[in-house]
């Protein structure tokens, strides 16, 4: 009888002492809670937790060190540096670890690839790699460029495409990127996949919007610029905001450049920006015209501005005879000019001069009119040769109204000079020219030939007015930051 009790005991000893349980490894951590009372149910870890099947047998401590040692020598043959595999958990066979380099090396990862980011070798190729590269191709992303993606971000074969992965695509998607945009969005800047959607992504988004970002256009900026979503409001999206606003920029007219360049936002303010307004005043351009200027060429922002303006600004002075101060007048009309090749703004000059006009004076008809320097050769001669042939004027004229090479031969200065025929009114360049349709007509119809006046001005904050009194503009219900857009800004 005591045998068999001593026995009996024996038994519920046994069944009764938790075994050592297996290893559950995500990332190839050690599973947190390791003391698990043995169980014939099913794990309820999902899949991406479970490690690959790939690990080989069961180890004790003393066949772990040997195995790592010989998996460790394996890769300093081939070039890889093991010292960051310190503290990962490794396959038990040189085998399995060969395998995973060899896949990495054929989807086009390097051993200098692998040594910038070690870690990637502790992601098993069945339950890590193949299902992660597998989604990010179902999403667009090319297989042959797959290597050049994971070189970008390695991290990303550490991550579940369900918990990770997916959630950062539909936030896209929300965003209104379009589907066969999200591989473009996710080659320019791989980064986003690791990012938390509560938190810069959403934030950044809710404040371009507040200040008067068309929600529509939310994708088509992250398209095209998608590093906004990870610029942080407080210090990087805001103060340049406040910046150019303190300039005397509308936040409107703000909203609607960064709707079509989103890039603007890269602009570092203390680096870039601030330096490159400082650096137009410098050079002449006023203060009140800044607006002007930055809304017309957005990128002027972020060019090497002072190297820019300096060769330019002797360009003009040594070609063109035109001094500093025409040409900040120049930048003020047309800031483009920091970035015209100088050899394009040669050829309207050299047929301008070769019609017999003096350079003082095309250098007066460029600061006047500086759009001329940036016009299609042909089309100013087509232009120049109807200007003598058909109208028989003295070229007085087009010194005193340069802004005649800007308008289309075929749609404007022909059947309108026809009308002035048909009618026998003579008349300047400019008061048949420089009118929409709506006042050249109502010209027509008057008693008298009203007195010459300028081109339009533009300021910032009201409407584009002629000296005169009469507004340019076709569109009465237009604000007035609107016009002021339309008629400076060419997105």
Known sequence: MAAVLRKTQRLRWVFSKP??????????????????????????????????????????????????????DYLKSIGIVPDELEGLELPSTVEVMRERVEFLQKIGLTIDDINEYPLMLGCSVRKNT???????????????????????????????????????????????????????????????????????????????????????????????YPYILGFRVGTVIKPLVDYLVSLGLPKKILARMLEKRAYILGYNLEETVRPNVDCLMSFGVRKEELPSVIAQYPQILGLPLKAKLSSQQYFFNLKLKIDPDGFARVVERMPQVVSLNQNVILKPVDFLLGRGISCDDVGKMIVKCPQLIALQVGLMKNSYYYFKS???????????????????????????????????????????????????????KGQYIEAETSGPSFRMGGKLELPGGDVVSEEEDESDDEILYRRTVSL
Request: with cysteine; proline share 9%.
């Open 130 to 224: 193949i299902p992660v590269l597998g989604y990010l191709e179902k999403i667009g992303i090319p297989r042959a460029r797959m290597g050049e993606f994971v070189k970008n971000y390695p991290q990303c074969l550490h991550a579940s495409v369900v918990v990770e992965l997916a959630p950062v695509v539909r936030h896209l998607r929300g965003l209104d990127v379009e589907k066969q945009d999200i591989g473009y969005v996710l080659m320019k800047y791989p980064e986003l996949l690791g990012f938390k959607l509560e938190g810069t992504m959403s934030t950044s988004i809710a404040y371009l919007v507040s200040i008067g970002v068309n929600p529509r256009d939310i994708g088509p900026m992250v398209t095209q």
């Open 19 to 72: 075994p050592n349980p297996p290893t559950f490894s995500h990332f190839n951590k050690p599973e947190k809670n390791p003391r698990i009372p043995f169980s014939t149910k099913a794990s309820n870890f999902p899949e991406y937790e479970m490690p690959t099947v790939t690990w080989g047998v069961t180890q004790g401590r003393k066949e772990k060190l040997v195995s790592r040692v010989i998996i460790s």
């Open 390 to 444: 058909e109208m028989g004027r003295p070229v007085k004229e087009l010194v005193e109204f340069p802004e005649y090479f800007t308008y289309s031969l075929e749609s404007r200065i022909k059947p309108r000079y026809q009308r002035l025929q048909s009618k026998g009114i003579r008349c300047s360049l400019a008061w048949f020219l420089n009118c929409s349709d709506q006042r050249f007509e109502e010209r027509l």
